[in-house]
T-cell receptor, first 113, second 113 residues
């Protein structure tokens, strides 16, 4: 089954404790991206990757890092989480980019206290 | 700058009633437009998309949308709503310059029995 898998689904952490949210897709897609969803703001892109070892900032990259060492995986790293990063996070993949159908993971609800 | 506006934050309809969700976009060239649905606890799923051609596009789950260039709109419609349609709906435009989707803030749909 074609899917994007994120882990964990829920995470509560403390300010400053490094964390990683994993994302994996099994569709051989080149393009992957991370979004955060906040009430009234819709989805905002954090980072995206057009292929292995190619990543770039989206609209709200501050406080986040990503890596793309393999085509299927695109982890999101918060080196020093802060309460304003409490949000719902989605990973998405598509064949080559934004005009293709994007497939989304189920989301990771992160709370930073 | 490209943007998407969904004027209605919440909409409530009765089961069996018709539905129209509004979407207005700001984009200089011919837009690529999308509607995604987010069911509770799930990621986003593509309902339909418009690239060119017929301005009335059909999607999954009985949804359709009409592109009106003169009004910069891409409203989503369904003739008869089912309780399972309760979800959040996002309109998006593809930004070719940045190779990414720009999402509206979303409209949350509640369906009364």
């Amino acid at each position: 089954e074609a899917q994007v898998t994120q882990n964990p689904r829920y995470l509560i952490t403390v300010t400053g404790k490094k964390l990683t949210v994993t994302c994996s897709q099994n569709m051989n897609h080149e393009y992957m991206s991370w979004y955060r969803q906040d009430p009234g703001l819709g989805l905002r892109q954090i980072y995206y990757s057009m292929n292995v070892e190619v990543t770039d900032k989206g609209d709200v990259p501050e406080g986040y890092k990503v890596s793309r060492k393999e085509k299927r995986n695109f982890p999101l790293i918060l080196e020093s989480p802060s309460p304003n990063q409490t949000s719902l996070y989605f990973c998405a993949s598509s064949l080559t980019g934004g005009a293709d159908e994007a497939f989304f993971g189920q989301g990771t609800r992160l709370t930073v206290v | 700058a490209q943007s998407v506006t969904q004027p209605d934050i919440h909409i409530t309809v009765s089961e069996g009633a018709s539905l129209e969700l509004r979407c207005n976009y700001s984009y200089g060239a011919t837009p690529y437009l999308f509607w995604y649905v987010q069911s509770p606890g799930q990621g986003l799923q593509l309902l339909l998309k418009y690239f060119s051609g017929d301005t009335l596009v059909q999607g999954i789950k009985g949804f359709e949308a009409e592109f009106k260039r003169s009004q910069s709109s891409f409203n989503l419609r369904k003739p008869s709503v089912h309780w399972s349609d309760a979800a959040e709906y996002f309109c998006a435009v593809f930004s070719g310059g940045y190779n990414k989707l720009i999402f509206g803030a979303g409209t949350r749909l509640a369906v009364h029995p």
